[in-house]
């Protein structure tokens, strides 16, 4: 299975880098990972929210190919277990196409056009983390997952 992240800005913190860094190595044993940063968008401060939410929507949708199963990171999104998102995983791998998105907005969320293309929304959480926080915590999920999938102990080491 192919397994896209991606999402919009730079993680500034080394200690997130490192962490993120880590988890992409350690998903290569289980997956085919790519990493896709978005710039910001320039000028931001300039834009509505509408407009930034359609600015970064437009970003995204113009590496995102047809065949591609897009799962948007929404605080609206459905709620998982570590077992439950690896079952979704697993479920994916065995029932539909072999590529999958997952997509971390910006501060805004996502435009109405990459909500209309996605497949569905994943919430990490009730509560609100920052953007950088996000992908270090998403990836320890995806790493979780597999490894669940694969039956190792690191869920209950």
């Known amino acids: 299975m192919k397994v896209r992240l991606m999402f919009i800005g730079k993680t500034v ?12 190595k350690r998903l290569s044993h289980y997956v085919s990972y790519e990493r896709i940063e978005l710039p910001d968008v320039k000028q931001a401060a300039s834009l509505t929210t509408s407009q930034l ?6 970003l995204f949708l113009s590496k ?17 277990t570590s077992e439950g998102f690896a079952l979704v995983l697993a479920n994916h791998e065995l029932h539909s196409a072999k590529k999958i998105t997952f ?32 992908r270090t915590i998403f990836l320890e999920q995806l ?11 690191y869920h209950h080491s």
């Open 13 to 24: 913190s080394n200690a997130l880098k490192e962490l993120e860094q880590t988890y992409e």
């Open 53 to 58: 939410k359609d600015k970064e929507g437009q």
């Open 143 to 153: 790493y979780r997952a597999c490894t669940i999938n694969k039956g190792e102990k």
């Open 103 to 134: 997509c971390i907005g910006g501060a805004f969320g996502f435009s109405d056009e990459l909500y209309t293309r996605s497949n569905g929304k994943i919430s990490l959480s009730k509560m609100t983390f920052s953007h950088q926080m996000v």
């Open 64 to 80: 995102i190919s047809e065949d591609q199963h897009v799962i948007l990171l929404d605080e609206q999104g459905t709620s998982y």
